[in-house]
């Protein structure tokens, strides 16, 4: 468990690595380009989708971006959706990742992740705890103590039931010895509505990427207590293993294509991907932003995801949030 998601870059022998951007220029892959994110504006998903389209443009390898979102349920609600109206369209991709893994899992939806086409996983970030400025809690071990007490009196916001930041709180509460299913857990539908709840005091604490929340908390209006990677995020914040928890989780995002798409059209977008990946606009965004560099495609990307959806779904069941 302790590794579980700890990924690492996989970008060895790509040969798009040396692409410029005035070399991509001249190999525009897409006139248009469909996004489908299935959360709301501002959270990771929404945050992936828009510097996909930065760096494309930067680059010009798409010439105009059509967004909608649709938010819910970990991106259950919005799923159904991209399959049924974008199916067999070769210029559309879906945002997704862990919390689409572990969403279809808890909600046992009849359609999940595994029903799009894998074409590249892209990023990925620590979580990080916060609580407002405003509280009680001054380091973790207030939060813990008070979960350990009385977990149901400690309402932690986070992403959709059974996503990333459910499986942290349900794996802390274990850890504390009490059982996941105690947990006063408050899902939202992205990153916005959540971060509103905590800043407004509605909840005790919260959980979600780092980048989501980063901001808040360098503003001092939020106060960070732990992010759950190997390695310190922010400076001055410890880690949960760091603070006497054994957890290091990291929260992957990618994209899809459509269910219907030939492999002749999986591969151009692997391509485009893969070139938007080389380019010095998108190393910038993701070190500006903080986020890991976890780039996967094609077939290895799609092992990653059968992986992954066994050991999330193992997971799950070990802390009592999946039959």
Not at 125 to 144: C, H, M, N, R, Y
Request: hydrophobic residues 45%.
């Amino acid at each position: 468990m302790t590794s579980r998601r700890t990924l690492i870059a996989a970008t060895a022998g790509l040969a798009a690595a040396g692409l410029s951007s005035r070399s991509a220029v001249a190999q525009q892959r897409f006139d248009s380009m469909f996004v489908f994110v299935p959360a709301g504006p501002g959270g990771g998903w929404d945050g992936l989708g828009r510097a996909l389209e930065q760096a494309s443009r930067a680059a010009g390898l798409v010439g105009s971006f059509q967004f909608e979102n649709v938010g819910g349920a970990g991106g259950m609600v919005g799923l159904p959706r991209f399959i049924s109206q974008r199916r067999g369209r070769p210029n559309a991709l879906m945002v997704g990742g862990a919390v689409m893994v572990g969403a279809g899992i808890t909600n046992r939806t009849p359609v999940s992740i595994r029903d799009v086409v894998p074409i590249a996983r892209m990023t990925s970030e620590p979580g990080i705890i916060v609580v407002p400025a405003s509280s009680e809690f001054q380091k973790l071990s207030d939060l813990t103590d008070a979960l350990k007490a009385n977990p149901g009196g400690v309402a932690v916001a986070g992403g959709s039931a059974g996503g990333i930041d459910h499986i942290i709180l349900g794996l802390m509460l274990k850890s504390l010895g009490r059982n996941a299913r105690e947990a006063s857990y408050v899902a939202f539908a992205g990153g916005g509505p959540a971060q509103a709840a905590i800043l407004g005091a509605q909840v005790k604490a919260g959980i979600s990427g780092v980048s989501e929340f980063a901001e808040q908390v360098k503003a001092g209006r939020m106060r960070a207590l732990a992010t759950t990677g190997e390695t310190r995020s922010l400076d001055g914040v410890p880690t949960l293993k760091e603070s006497g928890i054994d957890i290091v989780m990291g929260n992957w995002r990618g994209l899809f294509g459509a269910p219907g798409i030939n492999a002749t059209q999986r591969q151009a977008l692997v391509d485009y991907v893969s070139a938007v990946h080389a380019t010095p606009a998108w190393r910038e965004i993701v070190t500006t932003r903080g986020w890991d560099d976890a780039f996967l495609v094609g077939d290895a990307f799609a092992q990653f995801l059968l992986r992954d959806h066994n050991e999330t779904e193992q997971v799950l069941r070990d802390i009592g949030l999946a039959s």
